[in-house]
């Protein structure tokens, strides 16, 4: 079956709206929102936007090989929006592990994907994403430093143009992924994180660890260099923060 496209007014959550959906997905499967009323980020934190400033929407992806197939895909999706930016004529865009994109130092979207499916059968994932694109600081607080594109690219974004942009990069670098898996792109990861090298501060639970930034693996673990020598961090439970 062919991929599907669709636009909605108000919903939700592109996610929820992904999960929920009675009809038989196609890999690439997308949906985008003009409104969400519940937009999620991570650990049920909210994602907010502004109407007509903000691109939010989800694509569906099955991992036939199961979670283990799907190991790094958020550094993946961080890879496509940064290739599609690059098209857009935006070169700055950075990421940071595991799941958000920088515009120098400050959060222009982020990613949040969702898994359907039982240890060792096919993985069904939601791949979420969250871009601003004219969403003013100063008028919005969203808890965090945070920027857009029309920084950029000024007022006239064409925010059409950028969702294309990725959901073509998605198409293409999805298939590729569920194949090779990682390994292949560790390096262009590494090339673009805003951390590259810097110290960071992760936070896991109650825990602060202090450590170099010193890349990551071939699963998407992060590679943090301490007195102890380098430790690994899954993604999921813990967050990156500058020292
Ligand atoms: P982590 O490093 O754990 O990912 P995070 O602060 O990016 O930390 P997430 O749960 O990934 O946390 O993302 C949700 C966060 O995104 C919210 O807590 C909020 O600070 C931020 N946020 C919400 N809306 C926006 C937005 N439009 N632009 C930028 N950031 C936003
Ligand atoms: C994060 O920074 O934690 C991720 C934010 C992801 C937000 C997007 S907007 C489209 C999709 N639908 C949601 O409810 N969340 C994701």
Redesign the pocket.
Do not use: I
């Given at each position: 079956p062919y991929a599907d496209i669709s636009v909605l007014q108000v919903i939700e959550s592109t996610n929820t709206e992904l999960k929920n959906t009675d009809r038989v997905r196609a890999n690439g499967d997308t949906v985008l929102a003009e409104i969400q009323t519940a937009?999620r980020?991570?650990?049920g934190?909210?994602?907010?936007?502004p109407v007509g400033g903000?691109l939010t929407f989800s694509m569906y992806w099955r991992f036939n090989d199961g979670y283990q197939g799907m190991a790094g895909l958020s550094l993946l999706v961080g890879i496509a929006i940064c290739r599609a930016l690059r098209d857009c004529g935006v070169e700055e865009a950075r990421l940071?592990w595991?799941?958000?994109v920088y515009l120098y130092g400050k959060?222009?979207?982020?990613v949040?994907i969702e898994v359907e499916g039982q240890i060792g059968a096919p993985a069904d994932c939601i791949i979420g994403i969250?871009l601003?694109v004219m969403?003013p600081a100063h008028e919005?607080d969203?808890?965090?430093p945070?920027t857009d594109l029309s920084q950029v690219l000024g007022p006239d974004v064409d925010r059409n143009e950028v969702a294309a942009r990725i959901i073509e990069q998605l198409w293409t670098l999805l298939p590729d992924f569920s194949q090779r898996g990682f390994e292949p792109y560790i390096e262009e990861w590494q090339h673009l994180d805003w951390f590259a090298d810097r110290t960071v501060v992760i936070?896991t639970g109650d825990k602060r660890i202090s450590g170099i930034n010193r890349g990551i693996d071939a699963s998407g673990a992060l590679l943090l260099e301490t007195a102890d020598g380098i430790t690994r961090f899954h993604g999921g439970e813990?967050?990156?923060?500058a020292n």
């Open positions: 937009g980020g991570r650990h934190r909210q994602w907010l936007a903000s940071k595991p799941n958000d959060k222009l979207a982020g949040l969250g601003n969403v919005y969203v808890g965090q945070h936070k813990v967050s990156l923060r």
